[in-house]
């Protein structure tokens, strides 16, 4: 066996099991092995699940409009920008690093990709395509620093966060802003799917899962690897269709006080979902994603076993950086304009979502998925708290507590596991 395997890192279904983190039996074996992985401290998003369960009753009772379809449908909206971002930042915390920048980067690329489309008038498609690369080349530079050169990734990208700040005034100006006049991207934001659509998406949704599940089920026959019971992946899907007909139910009622009616399921949504989609086959079906979870693990023993580290390191920042650009682009769809502090504030925030989603900071533990479900709660106090009218400075102290919380926990599961303080 390697030292990769060794490192029993990686969730790859059929990888996972061959390093031994697989029970066979059935349902109530796995479930009884699920429970021992809990109390083991992998508790995974089952903190932030319960998180969202705890604040959806708690703003339902103090506000009457937390559960409306107007609202439900404002924090989606609101949440996708956070949750590509706490996404985005999962692929350098899985290596035990971090990314300040990662805000402030996509702030100064959509600072070029406004600049570029309403003053130089080069065509949205390219002036987007330049903020992708920028967003790009920020990640190759962050890599090349952290990966070749040996500085900590929290220095160079405090560094990057401080310089990118000075490069938005010199592109925007003082005091500047820019309208974003692209309609296509204003809909991403601010159009909705045909009521149709939404429960089409259910269907392809589910659909997809299911053949995800039933290939991974062959791979695992195909190596050799003991199957868990086919009841597991029903119930799985049956959560995703229960959860999925639920919100899309909800989404496609009439949200709007006017005659022209407001209804289905946010433009948003199905791009969101393709990402979080992709990120996660490359994470758990891949080399790559199986070498993040590998070097976060034990980055010598994924070295000595082969393992191009520095490579690995040097694509991760870069994915970072690019999904940061693609946050931001969220958020300037959304607000409909670019500022030079745009992207100032937000990386904080999407490095709490990914550890209040259970994405361990210590590296080697963590999915897209975990991070996904700590922006929503983030969003869900941001949200509930804005409709209580209470003050601002009650949502950072909350936000604050959480995230606090949320790394306690991470690092006493971390030792109940077996980890070191050191």
Known sequence: MSDVQRTNASPDPVAGDLIGSGVEGGLREQVDAWWQRVRGGEMGALPAIGGLVVLGILFSILSPYFFTAGNLANLVNQAASLVMLGMALVFVLLLGEIDLSAGVTGGVAMSIFVVLNDVVHVPWPLALLAGL???????ALIGFFVARVGIPSFVVTLGLFLGYQGLA?????SGGLYQMQVPAISAIQNSNLPIWAGWVL?????????????????????AGVPNRDISLVWIKLGVIAVV?????????????QSIIPVEGVPMIVPIVLAILWIGTFVLDRTKFGRYLYAIGGNAEAARRAGVKVRWVKWSAFVVCSVLAV???LFDVARIGNVDASAGRDIVLSGVAAAVVGGVSLFGGRGRLIHA???????AAITNGLGLLNLPSGINLLVTGGVLILAATVDALSRLRGGGSRA
């Open 169 to 173: 005034l010199i592109i925007i100006g």
């Open 202 to 222: 259910l269907v392809i949704v589910v659909g997809i899962s299911a053949a995800t599940s039933f290939w991974d089920r062959s791979r695992r026959t195909r």
């Open 133 to 139: 690369l920028f967003g790009a080349a920020t990640g």
């Open 372 to 378: 996904a479900l700590g922006a929503l709660v983030i």
């Open 326 to 328: 693609v946050s931001q």
């Open 244 to 256: 999925g007909a639920v919100v899309v139910y909800f989404l496609s009622l009439n949200r709007s």
